[in-house]
């Protein structure tokens, strides 16, 4: 009876393993194809500024429409992108696509936004290709380099901290800003957050979701927003769902937002019937 059990989870366990080699197998071979055959999109999610909750920015978030799977999230396939040596040239058309994006809004004279546009590690192992490639990028569309941000998450900029530098510090020569994303969750030393030029730390939604109930999270909060003013960036919180959290951040002088709450990601076409209005001249 006892071993007849064991076979069987042990069968099941085998079939299980199989299916995620197979799906990650197939994953691999549609990912290859889906920038040619126009299957990634990009979705903008409003960056907030606090004291006038007006809209700031768009963060352009990557998806992926398969035609078999439906919608599939980034944290699904950019890992699989970064191990298989694609997350280059994904990166590079994320970039092409959110600059061609927001420039036109420009031109067509509505809110003029920041963009931020989120990049990984292997990005940065060549410093100078990726600040010909973002320059080159931008005066392909006329766009302004300081009306650019580019994220890199923690964890990603501590593989290799050195390279990040180097890479920071071209891009910001070119007038591009640097933020440091989902800050609270990557093993930085305060060391290396002197060494990085960044101009933003974006705090981990996993420490802004208890900022209204749990008074050790907007310690937090506080903690990272005055250490953030005493090396000259700004602090934004990530993933605010919920009104109460407003109050919390707010006093602690938080300088923007982004979450649910004031939007969540959405296509070009409803970011710009939501949020957008012709500038004032
Ligand atoms: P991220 O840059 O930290 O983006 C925020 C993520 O949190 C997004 O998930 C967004 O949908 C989600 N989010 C925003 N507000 C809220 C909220 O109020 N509550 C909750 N529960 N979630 C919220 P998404 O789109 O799944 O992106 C996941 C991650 O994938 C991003 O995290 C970013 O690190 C990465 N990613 C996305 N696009 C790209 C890209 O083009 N290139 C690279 N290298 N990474 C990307
Ligand atoms: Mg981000
Ligand atoms: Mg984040
Ligand atoms: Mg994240």
Same mark, same amino acid.
């Given at each position: 009876?006892?071993?007849?059990?064991?076979? +069987?989870?042990?069968?099941?366990?085998?079939?299980?393993?199989?299916?995620?080699?197979?799906?990650?197998?197939?994953?691999?071979?549609?990912?290859?194809?889906?920038?040619?055959?126009?299957?990634?999109?990009?979705?903008?999610?409003?960056?907030?500024?606090?004291?006038?909750?007006?809209?700031?920015?768009?963060?352009?978030?990557?998806?992926?429409?398969?035609?078999?799977?439906?919608?599939?999230?980034?944290?699904?396939?950019?890992?699989?992108?970064?191990?298989?040596?694609?997350?280059?040239?994904?990166?590079?058309?994320?970039?092409?696509?959110?600059?061609?994006?927001?420039?036109?809004?420009?031109?067509?004279?509505?809110?003029?936004?920041?963009?931020?546009? +989120?990049?990984?590690?292997?990005?940065?192992?060549?410093?100078?290709?990726?600040?010909?490639?973002?320059?080159?990028?931008?005066?392909?569309?006329?766009?302004?380099?300081?009306?650019?941000?580019?994220?890199?998450?923690?964890?990603?900029?501590?593989?290799?901290?050195?390279?990040?530098?180097?890479?920071?510090?071209?891009?910001?020569?070119?007038?591009?800003?640097?933020?440091?994303?989902?800050?609270?969750?990557?093993?930085?030393?305060?060391?290396?957050?002197?060494?990085?030029?960044?101009?933003?730390?974006?705090?981990?939604?996993?420490?802004?979701?208890?900022?209204?109930?749990?008074?050790?999270?907007?310690?937090?909060?506080?903690?990272?927003?005055?250490?953030?003013?005493?090396?000259?960036?700004?602090?934004?919180?990530?993933?605010?769902?919920?009104?109460?959290?407003?109050?919390?951040?707010?006093?602690?002088?938080?300088?923007?937002?982004?979450?649910?709450?004031?939007?969540?990601?959405?296509?070009?076409?409803?970011?710009?019937?939501?949020?957008?209005?012709?500038?004032?001249?």
């Amino acid at each position: 009876q006892a071993k007849a059990i064991g076979k +069987n989870v042990h069968l099941r366990f085998r079939a299980d393993m199989e299916e995620s080699v197979t799906r990650r197998f197939t994953l691999l071979n549609d990912l290859r194809g889906a920038q040619e055959q126009g299957q990634l999109i990009l979705l903008y999610q409003p960056m907030i500024e606090l004291r006038t909750r007006r809209v700031i920015g768009a963060e352009a978030l990557v998806c992926w429409d398969h035609p078999q799977h439906g919608r599939i999230t980034p944290s699904t396939f950019i890992p699989v992108a970064e191990e298989h040596g694609l997350i280059e040239s994904l990166g590079e058309w994320v970039l092409e696509e959110a600059v061609r994006q927001c420039s036109s809004w420009r031109t067509r004279g509505l809110t003029p936004l920041r963009l931020a546009v +989120n990049v990984s590690s292997a990005q940065f192992r060549d410093a100078m290709h990726l600040r010909n490639m973002v320059d080159r990028v931008l005066r392909r569309h006329g766009y302004p380099a300081d009306g650019l941000e580019l994220e890199i998450t923690e964890r990603q900029i501590m593989r290799d901290p050195e390279s990040g530098v180097a890479s920071m510090k071209a891009l910001s020569e070119l007038g591009v800003a640097m933020s440091l994303d989902d800050f609270g969750t990557g093993y930085s030393s305060l060391g290396h957050l002197r060494d990085f030029p960044l101009r933003k730390l974006k705090i981990d939604r996993s420490f802004t979701d208890q900022i209204d109930r749990d008074p050790a999270g907007l310690a937090i909060v506080r903690a990272v927003v005055e250490l953030a003013r005493n090396l000259g960036m700004r602090v934004v919180a990530e993933g605010v769902e919920r009104e109460s959290q407003v109050g919390p951040l707010r006093t602690s002088e938080c300088a923007e937002v982004q979450g649910f709450l004031f939007g969540a990601p959405m296509s070009a076409a409803e970011f710009e019937r939501r949020l957008l209005r012709p500038a004032l001249a």
